[in-house]
């Protein structure tokens, strides 16, 4: 029960850690090769700026074309809107994204539309979005279906067929549109430079700061190295508590082991007494520790995945039906064959001491013992 | 297989006090014959026959199997004469709980390497040899002590080892079970020409034996 339940929330705990560890890592595609401006306060997670204030359009875009070295900009509203329930979630899971139409490929790269089927928004169109499969999955949204936000009605044209969670959970838009439904007229809060011919990001970025005022410019590197302390903080932390989880396990499972040997203390001795050599007890004790491990880390499994999967929905209020067919992503199957191996493992190395002990008894001592 | 002991002595610590359960014995076991070694409770009897079961090491002198001293060869060596040379049998059975009668016996079998095959049929034949033919897949607890004291002859006898050492076989039972389990040592002794040594008090198997050796507080002595 023990090992159950130290796998279950190593399982628990470590699927959802690494799921927002792998989304953050996701993002690191998106504006590739571009310094990212975004407004002096805001603080930047991989491709998504927190807070900050916004950057007026027009200046900023044409304050930065002015530099030297810069090939495009391309003006982007990026917007974490809040819950349903009205409260913003710990993690936010739903995005708008304001994109001009003629640069969709900054965000989408290659990602086709669901069936192929529909279209992206064209630059005629006023009221057209394409949104993620995860987010039309979970509202019942089709190609065609209207939605209302702030009082616009926003026309599905087609669903982002990706597995990337930023995608599968975004609207993207005409920038226009965007500012206009989320009220940011003439404002993004993110501006990407591409670099001309020659021209490196470094120097791109030190040159947009030297002359734009109240601007932040970061590199891919830059963005990469604000992350990537903490990346390295939360995957420390979680094998910490998966090493102290399982020194746990080991304790309890030697200390289980340590009982029933010394509750069979005679079986083994007469063992010894038969003539079967060490490594036959050794092994025997060692196969019923591991055994320990193989079923407690196969019901670990089960309740750590669905446990997971819980803490899914609880973090991003995503229905708990909407999940199920994508577990495997929330709990990869190579984390869980590594968390299952490192259980079978740890309960045998907490056999080894019980199985040294069984090995070393001798049927004299035993049964004088008895006696 | 020839067993001789010479000055063999066996001291346990209790503490501050030592007590020396066999004192400088010297004794031969002749091949094929058999043995009693008798005692009252508490003589030294059990560990005598512990040591040349080689379960336990003497404090001094040496135990000799055709010549051999074998407390001269490695602990994996002495346990591979426990396994294809002696058959143990214990007072108290010492029967695996967990496993039937014919798995019992099958055990020493299955750890010198014999196939299932070779095993199955081997512990079908002992089993059915000491009368035991219909309660193959019962398990200790569902046996009788007789029973248990039959799979245990039985399992000391797996391995075809040239001698069976039987601690108070009959100690635990009735007269006529006890009866029996002596027919049944002697007849291993008679028809299987195994050497036999007996740790016991009881008259039945005194009166059958070759050999007898008087054991009283750690000092044998033979009598006939």
Redesign the interface.
């Known amino acids: 029960m023990g090992v159950v339940i130290a796998t279950t929330f190593v399982i628990a705990v470590g699927a959802t850690t690494l799921r927002y560890t792998t989304v953050i890592k996701e993002m690191n595609v998106l504006f590739n090769g571009q310094v990212m401006v975004v407004s002096e306060g805001a603080i930047v997670i991989q491709a998504i700026p927190i807070g900050g204030s916004m950057l007026p359009q027009n200046y900023t875009e044409k304050k930065i074309q002015g530099i030297v070295g810069v090939e495009k900009t391309v003006p982007i509203l990026f917007v974490t809107p809040v819950g349903a329930s009205g409260i913003s979630q710990l993690v936010p899971i739903n995005f708008s994204i304001g994109i001009p139409v003629d640069d969709w490929d900054l965000v989408l790269g290659p990602t086709p539309l669901k069936g192929n089927s529909g279209h992206f928004p064209t630059s005629e169109s006023s009221n057209e979005v394409v949104a993620g499969v995860s987010l039309a999955e979970q509202y019942n949204w089709t190609e065609g279906t209207d939605l209302k936000i702030n009082g616009y009605t926003l026309n599905v044209t087609g669903l982002l067929d990706t597995r990337l969670a930023l995608l599968g959970r975004s609207i993207i838009m005409p920038l226009e549109l965007a500012q206009n439904v989320y009220n940011y007229q003439k404002s993004v809060n993110i501006i990407t430079a591409k670099p001309a011919k020659g021209y490196s990001q470094e120097g791109l970025a030190k040159a947009i700061k030297q002359n734009v005022t109240y601007v932040n410019a970061l590199t891919e590197e830059q963005r990469n190295d604000i992350i990537q302390p903490i990346l390295a903080q939360i995957e420390t932390w979680n094998l910490g508590l998966q090493t102290v989880i399982f020194l746990i396990s080991l304790i309890l499972v030697m200390t289980v082991t340590i009982m029933s040997v010394s509750e069979r203390r ?2 083994f ?10 490594s ?1 007890v050794f092994r025997v004790v060692i196969f019923e520790a591991s055994l320990i491990g193989v079923l407690g880390g196969a019901l670990g499994l089960l309740f750590g995945s669905l446990s997971a999967l819980v803490l899914a929905n609880l973090f991003t209020n995503i229905p708990l039906a909407q999940f199920f067919p994508s577990v495997l992503d929330i709990v990869p199957p190579l984390f869980m064959i590594e968390m299952f191996a490192a259980v079978v493992l740890v309960c045998c190395a907490g056999g080894v001491v019980p199985a040294i002990s069984a090995a070393r008894m ?4 035993v ?2 013992a008895e006696y | 297989m020839g067993i001789r002991t010479e000055n063999l002595t066996r001291t ?1 610590d209790l503490g501050s006090s030592q007590i020396t359960a066999v004192n400088n014995a010297n004794f031969e076991v002749h091949e094929k014959t058999f043995t009693a070694i008798v005692g009252r409770s508490g003589s030294g009897k ?2 005598l026959l ?1 040591l040349i ?1 080689l ?2 090491y003497p404090t001094s002198g040496r135990i000799l199997f055709d010549n051999v001293d074998v407390f001269s060869l490695s602990s ?1 060596e002495r ?6 040379h ?1 058959g ?1 049998v ?1 007072q ?1 059975f ?5 496993l039937n009668a014919v798995e019992n016996v099958e ?2 079998m299955a ?1 010198m390497g014999k196939t299932p095959r070779e095993q199955r049929e081997r512990a079908v034949e002992l089993l059915e040899t000491v009368g035991l033919g219909n309660r193959l897949s019962h398990r200790p607890k569902q046996l009788s002590i007789g029973e248990m004291q039959r799979v245990a002859i039985a ?1 000391a006898l797996a391995n075809d080892p040239e001698t069976m050492i039987a601690d108070e076989p009959t100690g635990e039972l009735d007269s006529k079970t006890a009866e029996e389990i002596i027919t049944l040592l002697l007849d291993v002794n008679r028809r299987e020409e195994k050497t036999i040594v007996v740790a016991t008090h009881d008259q039945k198997i005194v009166q059958m034996a070759d050999r007898i050796f008087t054991i009283q507080d750690g000092r044998l002595a033979q009598e006939k």
């Open positions: 005679r079986d001795a007469t063992l010894d007494a038969i003539g079967a050599p060490l036959y001798r049927v004299a001592e049964l004088r | 346990y059990s560990t512990n079961g379960n336990d994996s346990r591979r004469i426990r396994l294809n002696l143990f214990f108290t010492n029967l695996l709980p967990t055990l020493p750890l399992r």
